[in-house]
Each structure stands twice: as structure tokens, then as C-alpha cells.
Nanobody, 114 residues
Framework: QVQLVESGGGLVQPGGSLRLSCAAS????????MGWYCQAPGKQRELVAV???????NYGDSVKGRFSISRDNAKNTVYLQMNSLKPEDTAVYYC????????WGQGTQVTVSS
């Protein structure tokens, strides 16, 4: 059994910051690629950022220069630091782990509004 639990979402004003966390537990491989994806109403789920077990990263075009993904292997936790938030960042953010199979967290709502 693999479980991914997200935290840190909420309501923030434009230009503000949030830090999302995702704690993994269960039989997930330590070599798993971890990532964050977002889904806004009426839209497909989109890549935000991914990070490999070796620390290589990739970002969606809309968040480059604003968001940063990191991981703490000792804590089995992946983070997403979100800066300079825009209203168009409003979405449900999902944590993902991939080790040949794909696992998803429950999602956490991020709302950017005045």
C-alpha cells in the first residue's frame, strides 16, 4: 500500500507564496520520480514540476522562475515552493509518485484571489 498525503494549500493573495508538502508512505521505491500536477475546473491535469531521485527537475512553462520543487529523501517528502502566485494558478494540486506504477494524493486546493 502506497499513500501520498498533501498539505499546505489554501487561499492567498496575488503575489503571495505558499509551500506545499507531500509525505509518502508504504512500499514506494526510493528511486521513484515525484511530482506536482494541477487541475483547474474544466481543464486537463497539467504538469507543474517533477523531480527524480537523483535531483533532476523539470517544470511546466507557466511556473518556470516562480515555483521550485525539492525533496527530502530521509523524510520521504516532496515540496513545492510557490512564489509570485497569480490568479491563473488557482487549481487543485496533486502529488504524484511514479516507480513504474503511478500513485496520486488526494489533492489540495490552492486559490489565488484578492
Amino acid at each position: 500500500q502506497v499513500q501520498l498525503v498533501e498539505s499546505g494549500g489554501g487561499l492567498v493573495q496575488p503575489g503571495g507564496s505558499l509551500r506545499l508538502s507531500c509525505a509518502a508512505s508504504g512500499s514506494i521505491s526510493s528511486r521513484a520520480t515525484m511530482g506536482w500536477y494541477c487541475q483547474a475546473p474544466g481543464k486537463q491535469r497539467e504538469l507543474v514540476a517533477v523531480i527524480t531521485s537523483a535531483g533532476y527537475t523539470n517544470y511546466g512553462d507557466s511556473v518556470k522562475g516562480r515555483f521550485s520543487i525539492s525533496r527530502d529523501n530521509a523524510k520521504n517528502t516532496v515540496y513545492l515552493q510557490m512564489n509570485s502566485l497569480k490568479p491563473e494558478d488557482t487549481a487543485v494540486y496533486y502529488c504524484n509518485a511514479f516507480d513504474g506504477r503511478s500513485y496520486w494524493g488526494q489533492g489540495t486546493q490552492v486559490t489565488v484571489s484578492s
